[in-house]
């Protein structure tokens, strides 16, 4: 069992930065490719950014390709997400997720097995 837990949300103006964390504990010795997702008000959740277990590859949704990084430190078991030039349809709440696939980055949902609990990202003036 892998228990994650996401930290760094908040409230911040249109174009301004945030950095979430996850921090994985429970069976971190075996790897995991992971990812981060998010839901606004009123939609479903969405894919947001994955990384795989070694960190050479990273895949983004198109909305934010170039705004947001995703980057992994197996040696803390955190992973991060550096938002920049943030606007205000990024507002909603932010998931890691893990996947036992870890050579893989994945958008998909199903193919991770465990989840945090959410942070809320608010971009507002």
């Known amino acids: 069992q892998v228990q994650l837990v996401e930290s760094g949300g908040g409230l911040v103006q249109p174009g301004g930065s945030l950095r979430l964390s996850c921090a994985a504990s429970g069976r971190t010795f075996s790897s995991y490719a992971m990812g981060w997702f998010r839901q606004a008000p009123g939609k479903e959740r969405e894919f947001v950014a994955s990384i795989n277990y070694y960190g050479g590859n990273t895949y983004y949704a198109d909305s934010v390709k170039g705004r947001f990084t995703i980057s992994g430190d197996n040696a803390k078991n955190t992973v991060y997400l550096q938002m920049n030039s943030l606007k205000p349809e990024d507002t909603a709440v932010y998931y890691c997720?893990?996947?036992?696939?870890?050579?893989?980055?994945?958008?998909?949902?199903?193919?991770?097995?465990?989840w945090g609990q959410g942070s809320q990202v608010t971009v507002s003036s």
């Open positions: 997720a893990a996947s036992r696939r870890s050579a893989q980055t994945s958008e998909r949902e199903y193919d991770y097995d465990y």
